[in-house]
Protein backbone atom coordinates (compact mmCIF):
# COMPACT_ATOMS: atom_id res chain seq x y z
CA UNK A 1 0.00 0.00 0.00
CA UNK A 2 2.85 2.23 0.72
CA UNK A 3 4.51 2.06 -2.47
CA UNK A 4 1.25 2.38 -4.46
CA UNK A 5 0.46 5.62 -2.33
CA UNK A 6 4.03 7.00 -3.02
CA UNK A 7 3.22 6.12 -6.39
CA UNK A 8 0.34 8.27 -6.61
CA UNK A 9 1.39 11.20 -4.95
CA UNK A 10 4.12 11.63 -7.85
CA UNK A 11 4.49 15.32 -8.56
CA UNK A 12 4.84 17.09 -11.50
CA UNK A 13 5.48 20.84 -12.67
CA UNK A 14 8.72 21.78 -10.62
CA UNK A 15 11.25 20.75 -13.39
CA UNK A 16 14.02 22.94 -13.68
CA UNK A 17 13.61 24.53 -10.13
CA UNK A 18 16.86 24.94 -8.34
CA UNK A 19 16.70 22.99 -4.86
CA UNK A 20 17.30 24.69 -1.58
CA UNK A 21 18.40 21.69 0.93
CA UNK A 22 16.68 23.41 3.65
CA UNK A 23 13.45 24.79 1.97
CA UNK A 24 10.14 23.05 4.11
CA UNK A 25 8.42 21.39 1.18
CA UNK A 26 5.00 20.77 0.72
CA UNK A 27 2.87 19.11 -1.58
CA UNK A 28 -0.35 20.55 -3.58
CA UNK A 29 -2.78 18.76 -5.33
CA UNK A 30 -5.66 19.63 -7.33
CA UNK A 31 -7.82 19.23 -10.41
CA UNK A 32 -8.80 20.82 -13.45
CA UNK A 33 -8.45 21.27 -17.26
CA UNK A 34 -5.16 21.00 -19.21
CA UNK A 35 -5.59 24.96 -19.28
CA UNK A 36 -5.93 24.88 -15.30
CA UNK A 37 -2.98 22.54 -15.16
CA UNK A 38 -0.10 24.91 -17.11
CA UNK A 39 -1.39 27.60 -14.64
CA UNK A 40 -0.85 26.06 -11.72
CA UNK A 41 2.50 25.14 -12.70
CA UNK A 42 3.58 28.59 -13.57
CA UNK A 43 2.02 29.66 -10.33
CA UNK A 44 3.78 27.01 -8.23
CA UNK A 45 7.54 28.03 -10.39
CA UNK A 46 6.52 31.58 -9.73
CA UNK A 47 5.90 30.97 -5.62
CA UNK A 48 8.85 28.43 -5.62
CA UNK A 49 11.07 31.18 -7.02
CA UNK A 50 10.00 33.79 -4.69
CA UNK A 51 9.77 32.25 -1.71
CA UNK A 52 12.99 30.24 -1.37
CA UNK A 53 12.54 28.58 2.37
CA UNK A 54 9.58 27.03 1.13
CA UNK A 55 9.54 24.23 -1.82
CA UNK A 56 6.01 23.34 -3.34
CA UNK A 57 5.30 20.22 -5.51
CA UNK A 58 2.38 20.39 -7.17
CA UNK A 59 0.59 17.41 -8.63
CA UNK A 60 -2.52 17.23 -11.45
CA UNK A 61 -5.24 14.61 -10.94
CA UNK A 62 -6.90 14.36 -13.83
CA UNK A 63 -9.29 11.43 -13.43
CA UNK A 64 -11.38 10.47 -9.91
CA UNK A 65 -9.81 12.97 -7.70
CA UNK A 66 -12.47 11.96 -5.19
CA UNK A 67 -11.44 8.43 -4.70
CA UNK A 68 -8.05 9.42 -4.61
CA UNK A 69 -8.09 11.66 -1.86
CA UNK A 70 -10.10 9.46 0.32
CA UNK A 71 -7.82 6.45 -0.22
CA UNK A 72 -4.70 9.05 0.78
CA UNK A 73 -6.36 10.44 3.81
CA UNK A 74 -7.34 6.71 4.34
CA UNK A 75 -3.53 5.79 4.51
CA UNK A 76 -2.77 9.01 6.31
CA UNK A 77 -0.59 10.45 3.44
CA UNK A 78 -2.58 13.47 3.16
CA UNK A 79 -1.12 16.43 1.03
CA UNK A 80 -0.67 20.12 2.84
CA UNK A 81 -3.50 21.87 0.61
CA UNK A 82 -5.56 20.51 -1.83
CA UNK A 83 -8.17 21.23 -3.84
CA UNK A 84 -11.73 19.49 -2.60
CA UNK A 85 -15.11 19.42 -3.40
CA UNK A 86 -17.52 21.75 -1.22
CA UNK A 87 -19.41 18.52 0.38
CA UNK A 88 -16.38 16.69 1.28
CA UNK A 89 -14.61 19.94 2.66
CA UNK A 90 -17.35 20.33 5.06
CA UNK A 91 -17.76 16.87 6.05
CA UNK A 92 -13.54 16.90 6.79
CA UNK A 93 -13.63 19.98 8.52
CA UNK A 94 -16.77 18.43 11.00
CA UNK A 95 -14.15 16.13 11.42
CA UNK A 96 -11.54 18.12 12.58
CA UNK A 97 -9.43 17.28 9.19
CA UNK A 98 -9.21 20.58 7.74
CA UNK A 99 -6.96 23.69 9.85
CA UNK A 100 -8.88 26.01 11.10
CA UNK A 101 -8.21 29.57 9.15
CA UNK A 102 -9.56 31.64 11.83
CA UNK A 103 -6.65 30.90 14.22
CA UNK A 104 -4.41 32.95 12.06
CA UNK A 105 -6.59 35.81 10.97
CA UNK A 106 -4.20 38.30 13.33
CA UNK A 107 -0.89 36.72 11.78
CA UNK A 108 -2.41 36.64 8.29
CA UNK A 109 -4.53 39.83 8.11
CA UNK A 110 -4.89 39.04 3.86
CA UNK A 111 -7.50 36.01 4.94
CA UNK A 112 -10.13 38.02 5.83
CA UNK A 113 -10.30 40.39 2.98
CA UNK A 114 -12.56 38.01 1.17
CA UNK A 115 -15.84 37.94 -0.09
CA UNK A 116 -18.59 36.74 2.50
CA UNK A 117 -19.84 34.55 0.70
CA UNK A 118 -16.48 32.46 -0.52
CA UNK A 119 -15.87 32.01 3.25
CA UNK A 120 -16.98 28.36 4.81
CA UNK A 121 -17.55 27.20 8.20
CA UNK A 122 -17.89 24.09 10.13
CA UNK A 123 -18.86 25.81 13.47
CA UNK A 124 -19.46 29.47 14.00
CA UNK A 125 -16.67 31.35 14.10
CA UNK A 126 -14.55 28.85 12.54
CA UNK A 127 -13.15 29.55 8.55
CA UNK A 128 -11.85 26.14 7.53
CA UNK A 129 -11.45 27.77 4.08
CA UNK A 130 -12.68 29.26 1.00
CA UNK A 131 -13.90 28.43 -2.73
CA UNK A 132 -10.93 28.64 -4.82
CA UNK A 133 -12.84 30.80 -7.32
CA UNK A 134 -15.93 32.16 -6.63
CA UNK A 135 -17.94 30.80 -10.02
CA UNK A 136 -21.79 31.63 -10.29
CA UNK A 137 -24.50 30.80 -12.77
CA UNK A 138 -25.52 32.61 -16.13
CA UNK A 139 -27.32 32.51 -19.16
CA UNK A 140 -24.91 32.26 -22.32
CA UNK A 141 -26.39 33.22 -25.96
CA UNK A 142 -25.97 32.76 -29.26
CA UNK A 143 -26.44 36.62 -30.70
CA UNK A 144 -27.00 35.89 -34.17
CA UNK A 145 -29.83 33.76 -33.51
CA UNK A 146 -31.35 36.61 -31.26
CA UNK A 147 -31.18 38.98 -34.36
CA UNK A 148 -32.66 36.53 -36.42
CA UNK A 149 -35.55 35.98 -34.89
CA UNK A 150 -35.79 39.74 -33.45
CA UNK A 151 -36.21 39.21 -30.18
CA UNK A 152 -34.13 41.05 -27.06
CA UNK A 153 -31.27 39.45 -25.62
CA UNK A 154 -30.99 38.05 -21.83
CA UNK A 155 -30.88 41.14 -19.61
CA UNK A 156 -27.43 41.34 -18.21
CA UNK A 157 -28.53 44.01 -15.62
CA UNK A 158 -29.89 41.45 -12.42
CA UNK A 159 -32.37 43.85 -11.51
CA UNK A 160 -33.88 43.49 -14.88
CA UNK A 161 -34.06 39.80 -15.17
CA UNK A 162 -36.82 38.29 -17.43
CA UNK A 163 -40.03 37.20 -15.84
CA UNK A 164 -40.70 33.72 -15.96
CA UNK A 165 -43.93 34.94 -18.38
CA UNK A 166 -41.11 36.73 -20.70
CA UNK A 167 -38.25 34.28 -21.01
CA UNK A 168 -41.18 31.11 -22.08
CA UNK A 169 -41.55 33.82 -24.81
CA UNK A 170 -38.56 34.26 -26.16
CA UNK A 171 -37.93 30.92 -25.89
CA UNK A 172 -40.47 29.81 -27.82
CA UNK A 173 -39.78 32.23 -30.53
CA UNK A 174 -36.34 30.99 -30.48
CA UNK A 175 -37.78 26.99 -31.00
CA UNK A 176 -38.21 25.87 -34.16
CA UNK A 177 -39.21 22.50 -35.87
CA UNK A 178 -37.62 21.17 -39.24
CA UNK A 179 -40.29 23.73 -41.31
CA UNK A 180 -39.78 27.02 -39.16
CA UNK A 181 -42.73 26.68 -37.16
CA UNK A 182 -42.76 27.45 -33.62
CA UNK A 183 -44.45 26.11 -30.20
CA UNK A 184 -48.21 27.13 -30.51
CA UNK A 185 -47.60 27.43 -34.21
CA UNK A 186 -50.36 26.00 -35.96
CA UNK A 187 -48.55 22.58 -37.43
CA UNK A 188 -45.80 22.43 -35.29
CA UNK A 189 -43.66 19.53 -34.96
CA UNK A 190 -42.45 18.73 -31.26
CA UNK A 191 -40.68 15.58 -32.77
CA UNK A 192 -39.01 17.41 -35.32
CA UNK A 193 -37.39 20.09 -33.78
CA UNK A 194 -33.63 21.62 -35.28
CA UNK A 195 -33.28 24.51 -32.48
CA UNK A 196 -34.00 24.43 -29.26
CA UNK A 197 -35.10 27.98 -27.26
CA UNK A 198 -32.98 27.11 -24.25
CA UNK A 199 -31.45 23.62 -22.48
CA UNK A 200 -30.75 23.45 -18.94
CA UNK A 201 -29.03 20.37 -16.94
CA UNK A 202 -30.84 18.43 -14.36
CA UNK A 203 -28.58 19.20 -11.29
CA UNK A 204 -28.52 21.93 -8.66
CA UNK A 205 -26.68 24.08 -10.78
CA UNK A 206 -30.15 24.78 -13.24
CA UNK A 207 -32.88 24.38 -10.13
CA UNK A 208 -30.76 25.46 -7.34
CA UNK A 209 -30.83 29.32 -7.92
CA UNK A 210 -34.59 29.07 -9.35
CA UNK A 211 -35.67 27.66 -6.18
CA UNK A 212 -33.89 30.38 -4.02
CA UNK A 213 -35.68 32.94 -6.57
CA UNK A 214 -39.25 31.46 -5.79
CA UNK A 215 -38.36 31.30 -1.86
CA UNK A 216 -38.66 27.36 -2.11
CA UNK A 217 -35.72 25.13 -1.32
CA UNK A 218 -34.93 21.60 -0.13
CA UNK A 219 -35.20 22.38 3.29
CA UNK A 220 -36.33 25.09 5.93
CA UNK A 221 -33.81 27.58 7.19
CA UNK A 222 -32.41 25.41 10.41
CA UNK A 223 -31.68 22.56 7.74
CA UNK A 224 -33.77 19.51 9.62
CA UNK A 225 -37.44 20.30 7.83
CA UNK A 226 -38.00 19.00 4.37
CA UNK A 227 -39.83 21.57 2.38
CA UNK A 228 -38.95 20.50 -1.07
CA UNK A 229 -42.41 19.19 -1.66
CA UNK A 230 -43.64 23.24 -0.80
CA UNK A 231 -45.62 24.72 -3.11
CA UNK A 232 -42.88 27.18 -3.99
CA UNK A 233 -40.77 24.88 -4.84
CA UNK A 234 -42.83 22.29 -6.76
CA UNK A 235 -43.37 24.99 -8.60
CA UNK A 236 -40.36 25.13 -9.85
CA UNK A 237 -40.02 21.63 -10.72
CA UNK A 238 -43.20 22.02 -12.42
CA UNK A 239 -42.02 24.75 -14.88
CA UNK A 240 -38.74 22.89 -15.59
CA UNK A 241 -40.57 19.47 -16.64
CA UNK A 242 -42.98 21.77 -18.31
CA UNK A 243 -40.18 23.54 -20.76
CA UNK A 244 -39.16 19.80 -22.04
CA UNK A 245 -42.31 18.06 -22.36
CA UNK A 246 -45.69 20.98 -22.62
CA UNK A 247 -43.36 23.98 -24.30
CA UNK A 248 -41.44 22.18 -26.37
CA UNK A 249 -38.20 24.71 -25.55
CA UNK A 250 -35.81 22.62 -24.58
CA UNK A 251 -34.54 19.16 -25.09
CA UNK A 252 -34.89 15.73 -22.63
CA UNK A 253 -32.21 14.39 -21.06
CA UNK A 254 -31.62 11.85 -23.20
CA UNK A 255 -31.56 14.10 -26.76
CA UNK A 256 -29.03 16.23 -24.55
CA UNK A 257 -26.98 12.78 -24.30
CA UNK A 258 -26.36 13.06 -27.89
CA UNK A 259 -25.23 17.42 -28.31
CA UNK A 260 -21.91 18.43 -28.23
CA UNK A 261 -20.39 20.91 -25.74
CA UNK A 262 -22.63 24.09 -24.94
CA UNK A 263 -20.04 26.06 -26.98
CA UNK A 264 -20.80 23.53 -30.07
CA UNK A 265 -24.63 23.69 -29.33
CA UNK A 266 -24.63 27.44 -29.58
CA UNK A 267 -22.35 27.74 -32.23
CA UNK A 268 -24.05 24.88 -34.30
CA UNK A 269 -27.57 26.40 -33.73
CA UNK A 270 -28.84 23.16 -31.80
CA UNK A 271 -29.63 25.49 -29.04
CA UNK A 272 -30.23 29.32 -28.32
CA UNK A 273 -29.25 29.54 -24.98
CA UNK A 274 -28.18 27.71 -22.14
CA UNK A 275 -27.29 27.46 -18.60
CA UNK A 276 -24.03 27.26 -17.69
CA UNK A 277 -21.57 28.37 -15.42
CA UNK A 278 -18.55 31.42 -15.21
CA UNK A 279 -15.49 28.82 -15.56
CA UNK A 280 -17.09 28.55 -19.05
CA UNK A 281 -15.99 32.11 -20.03
CA UNK A 282 -12.88 30.51 -20.88
CA UNK A 283 -14.20 28.10 -23.69
CA UNK A 284 -16.53 30.30 -25.37
CA UNK A 285 -14.16 33.28 -25.76
CA UNK A 286 -11.72 30.40 -27.78
CA UNK A 287 -14.76 29.57 -29.98
CA UNK A 288 -13.74 32.32 -32.86
CA UNK A 289 -17.06 30.77 -34.78
CA UNK A 290 -19.20 32.18 -32.30
CA UNK A 291 -20.75 35.12 -31.81
CA UNK A 292 -21.87 34.89 -28.04
CA UNK A 293 -22.27 36.58 -24.52
CA UNK A 294 -24.15 36.29 -21.01
CA UNK A 295 -26.85 37.39 -19.14
CA UNK A 296 -28.76 36.72 -15.72
CA UNK A 297 -31.04 33.91 -15.47
CA UNK A 298 -34.93 34.18 -15.50
CA UNK A 299 -36.85 35.01 -12.20
CA UNK A 300 -39.61 33.61 -10.36
CA UNK A 301 -39.85 36.41 -7.68
CA UNK A 302 -36.41 37.90 -7.14
CA UNK A 303 -33.12 37.37 -9.00
CA UNK A 304 -30.81 35.00 -7.83
CA UNK A 305 -27.90 33.38 -8.84
CA UNK A 306 -25.97 30.45 -7.25
CA UNK A 307 -21.74 28.91 -6.25
CA UNK A 308 -21.04 26.11 -7.96
CA UNK A 309 -17.13 25.93 -6.68
CA UNK A 310 -14.91 23.34 -5.20
CA UNK A 311 -12.42 24.73 -2.09
CA UNK A 312 -9.35 24.66 -1.35
CA UNK A 313 -8.15 23.45 2.39
CA UNK A 314 -5.23 22.82 4.49
CA UNK A 315 -5.04 19.69 6.43
CA UNK A 316 -4.82 19.76 10.09
CA UNK A 317 -2.17 16.73 9.58
CA UNK A 318 0.01 19.08 7.63
CA UNK A 319 3.59 19.71 9.73
CA UNK A 320 3.93 23.20 8.36
CA UNK A 321 1.01 25.46 8.47
CA UNK A 322 2.44 28.62 7.95
CA UNK A 323 4.45 27.99 5.21
CA UNK A 324 0.84 26.67 3.67
CA UNK A 325 -1.08 29.32 4.50
CA UNK A 326 1.76 31.57 2.68
CA UNK A 327 0.91 29.30 -0.46
CA UNK A 328 -2.79 29.56 -0.09
CA UNK A 329 -2.69 33.32 0.08
CA UNK A 330 -0.75 32.90 -3.22
CA UNK A 331 -2.24 30.07 -5.12
CA UNK A 332 -5.83 32.20 -6.47
CA UNK A 333 -4.39 35.52 -6.47
CA UNK A 334 -5.13 37.40 -9.43
CA UNK A 335 -1.82 38.88 -9.78
CA UNK A 336 0.12 35.36 -9.69
CA UNK A 337 -2.39 33.22 -12.04
CA UNK A 338 -3.88 33.88 -15.42
CA UNK A 339 -6.86 31.73 -15.08
CA UNK A 340 -8.81 35.13 -14.30
CA UNK A 341 -7.83 37.20 -17.13
CA UNK A 342 -8.93 33.82 -19.48
CA UNK A 343 -12.07 33.69 -18.11
CA UNK A 344 -11.93 30.21 -15.86
CA UNK A 345 -12.23 31.55 -12.62
CA UNK A 346 -13.57 34.64 -10.65
CA UNK A 347 -11.46 36.04 -7.66
CA UNK A 348 -12.83 35.82 -4.09
CA UNK A 349 -10.84 39.09 -2.58
CA UNK A 350 -13.79 41.40 -2.11
CA UNK A 351 -11.34 44.26 -3.85
CA UNK A 352 -12.13 42.90 -7.10
CA UNK A 353 -16.12 43.51 -7.08
CA UNK A 354 -15.66 46.78 -5.86
CA UNK A 355 -12.63 48.95 -7.01
CA UNK A 356 -13.02 50.03 -10.41
CA UNK A 357 -9.40 49.54 -11.03
CA UNK A 358 -8.86 46.19 -9.79
CA UNK A 359 -11.98 45.10 -11.80
CA UNK A 360 -10.48 46.11 -14.72
CA UNK A 361 -7.17 44.10 -13.68
CA UNK A 362 -8.80 40.92 -14.51
CA UNK A 363 -11.90 41.91 -16.99
CA UNK A 364 -10.59 43.91 -19.41
CA UNK A 365 -9.99 41.44 -22.07
CA UNK A 366 -12.14 39.55 -24.93
CA UNK A 367 -12.73 36.63 -22.60
CA UNK A 368 -15.10 39.03 -20.13
CA UNK A 369 -18.00 40.70 -22.45
CA UNK A 370 -19.37 44.05 -21.46
CA UNK A 371 -22.52 42.24 -20.09
CA UNK A 372 -20.35 41.09 -17.83
CA UNK A 373 -19.68 44.25 -15.43
CA UNK A 374 -23.63 43.33 -14.55
CA UNK A 375 -24.20 39.48 -15.23
CA UNK A 376 -20.82 38.48 -13.82
CA UNK A 377 -19.30 40.67 -11.35
CA UNK A 378 -22.48 42.16 -9.73
CA UNK A 379 -24.13 39.20 -9.86
CA UNK A 380 -21.73 37.27 -7.92
CA UNK A 381 -21.06 39.86 -5.50
CA UNK A 382 -25.17 40.79 -4.46
CA UNK A 383 -26.98 38.05 -5.86
CA UNK A 384 -25.50 34.32 -5.41
CA UNK A 385 -26.09 31.92 -2.81
CA UNK A 386 -24.44 28.78 -1.43
CA UNK A 387 -25.26 25.46 -3.02
CA UNK A 388 -27.09 23.09 -0.56
CA UNK A 389 -23.69 20.88 -0.90
CA UNK A 390 -21.55 23.81 1.01
CA UNK A 391 -24.81 24.48 3.68
CA UNK A 392 -26.30 21.18 4.55
CA UNK A 393 -24.79 18.87 6.93
CA UNK A 394 -24.92 15.03 5.60
CA UNK A 395 -25.14 15.93 1.87
CA UNK A 396 -23.31 13.36 0.40
CA UNK A 397 -25.95 10.76 2.11
CA UNK A 398 -28.51 13.66 1.02
CA UNK A 399 -27.26 14.18 -2.45
CA UNK A 400 -27.20 10.42 -3.20
CA UNK A 401 -31.25 9.70 -2.79
CA UNK A 402 -31.99 13.01 -4.10
CA UNK A 403 -30.26 13.14 -7.56
CA UNK A 404 -31.86 10.01 -7.92
CA UNK A 405 -35.35 10.68 -6.85
CA UNK A 406 -35.63 13.61 -9.24
CA UNK A 407 -34.86 11.87 -12.59
CA UNK A 408 -38.55 10.87 -12.03
CA UNK A 409 -38.96 14.29 -12.84
CA UNK A 410 -36.60 14.55 -15.51
CA UNK A 411 -37.64 11.59 -17.13
CA UNK A 412 -41.35 13.18 -17.12
CA UNK A 413 -42.18 9.41 -14.96
CA UNK A 414 -44.16 11.27 -12.36
CA UNK A 415 -45.18 15.24 -11.42
CA UNK A 416 -43.37 17.39 -9.45
CA UNK A 417 -45.41 16.97 -6.45
CA UNK A 418 -46.18 13.34 -6.73
CA UNK A 419 -41.68 13.20 -6.59
CA UNK A 420 -41.21 15.08 -4.56
CA UNK A 421 -44.16 14.15 -1.71
CA UNK A 422 -42.37 10.41 -2.38
CA UNK A 423 -39.05 11.78 -1.42
CA UNK A 424 -39.75 13.41 1.86
CA UNK A 425 -40.20 10.22 4.09
CA UNK A 426 -36.43 9.29 1.91
CA UNK A 427 -34.61 13.26 2.76
CA UNK A 428 -36.41 13.72 5.97
CA UNK A 429 -34.40 11.08 7.97
CA UNK A 430 -31.14 12.03 6.71
CA UNK A 431 -31.51 16.05 7.63
CA UNK A 432 -29.04 17.40 10.70
CA UNK A 433 -29.07 20.81 10.13
CA UNK A 434 -26.85 23.60 8.15
CA UNK A 435 -23.52 24.85 8.76
CA UNK A 436 -22.95 28.24 10.09
CA UNK A 437 -22.67 31.21 7.93
CA UNK A 438 -20.06 33.08 9.50
Known amino acids: MTAMLTGLTACSGNAGEPANPNAVELKFMYWGSNDEKQAMEKMI ?18 GDYTTKINTLMAANQLPDIAYLGDSLTMKWA ?7 LSSYYDEYPELKNKLKSSYLYSEP ?60 DSGFDPKNIVQY ?31 LNSPESVEVFQKLQDLVFK ?8 QQQDMPSNTIRLQTRKVAMVVDGTWSLLDFSNNKQLQWSIGVLPKLKEPKTMIVAGATVIFQSTKHPKEALEFYLYHNNPEKVDLFKSGLWMPIEEKYYTDEQAIQSWTNNAAHPPEFQK ?21 PDIGSKLTPGLDLIWTNKKTPQQTLDELEPIIQPLLQGVYPDE
Open 247 to 254: EHVSPDLI
Open 94 to 100: SEGRLLD
Open 197 to 227: GFAFGNDRSSWGPLLASNGGGLTDKTGKKYT
Open 125 to 184: GKSIGNYTALEVMQLFYNKELFTEAGVPVPPAHPQKAWTWDEFLEIAKKLTKDQNGKHPG
Open 375 to 395: AGIEYARDYAIKPSTSTLRNW
Open 45 to 62: QSFNASHPNIRVKGEHVP
